[in-house]
């Protein structure tokens, strides 16, 4: 079993900036490869971006590339998002998962999942 657990969401205006986090505990987390999803209402949960094990290979949904950074600390079990000119349409629940597997868009491929942490962008 693996653990994990958000934080840092919260309510920012319209190109501004805000860092989640995402504490993983239980089973070895360099093993996983790590991906963030979000959530808006009325709408099906969908990719945001992608880390592999090591933390040398990334993937970004191309709504938020160059906006976005993800990175991990293997040493912290930590993965984290980088936020950047965020937009309203960014308004979600954003949750950290991980999986066994490199295919990152496949969200059924993530085997663990956080409770999500709320991200609204004020226009």
């Known amino acids: 079993q693996v653990q994990l657990v958000e934080s840092g969401g919260g309510l920012v205006q319209a190109g501004g900036s805000l860092r989640l986090s995402c504490a993983a505990s239980g089973r070895t987390f360099s093993n996983y490869a790590m991906g963030w999803f979000r959530q808006a209402p009325g709408k099906e949960r969908e990719f945001v971006a992608a880390?592999?094990?090591?933390?040398?290979?990334?993937y970004y949904a191309d709504s938020v590339k160059g906006r976005f950074t993800i990175s991990r600390d293997n040493a912290k079990n930590t993965v984290s998002l980088q936020m950047d000119s965020l937009k309203p349409e960014d308004t979600a629940v954003y949750y950290c998962a991980a999986s066994t597997e490199w295919d990152p868009v496949k969200i059924h491929g993530y085997e663990y999942w956080g409770q999500g942490t709320q991200v609204t962008v004020s226009s």
């Open positions: 880390i592999n094990r090591g933390g040398g290979r990334t």
